[in-house]
């Protein structure tokens, strides 16, 4: 998994939250979340067994502190769609972002 920080999008109780997450030799931190509750969500990511034949550059995600299993699958511009595990048909998403930012990146 990349270094760096991203801006986690996810669906909770039906309502959109965001959590700055700091990534780091393939652990995670959050840094910042729009409800405070996430605020000490913790995790660690690891490439899937290749059994389960995975998109290439995707990544399974265990978090602590209030959100369960991710898939984090790779996209081309480097954001990543998530799925949580068990998919419940969640539209949620991670971009890369500068620093501890809740603010979307702006379009290019």
């Known amino acids: 998994m990349p270094d760096g920080n991203y801006l986690l999008t996810v669906e909770l109780n039906g309502k959109q939250e965001r959590l700055n997450l700091k990534i780091q030799a393939g652990r995670a931190k959050c840094m910042k979340a729009t409800d405070p509750s996430l605020a000490n969500v913790e995790g660690q990511f690891q ?5 389960f034949q995975l998109p290439p550059n995707s990544f399974l995600a265990r978090f602590r502190n ?15 769609a998530v799925r949580e595990v068990p998919d419940r048909g969640e539209q949620q998403s991670a971009v890369p972002v500068k620093g501890d930012s809740l603010d979307a990146p702006k379009a290019k």
Do not use: E, T
């Not at 209030?66 to 990543?80: K, M, N, T, V």
């Open 66 to 80: 209030g959100l369960g299993s991710q898939l984090w699958i790779a996209r081309p511009d480097g954001s990543f």
């Open 47 to 51: 490439k899937p067994d290749p059994k």
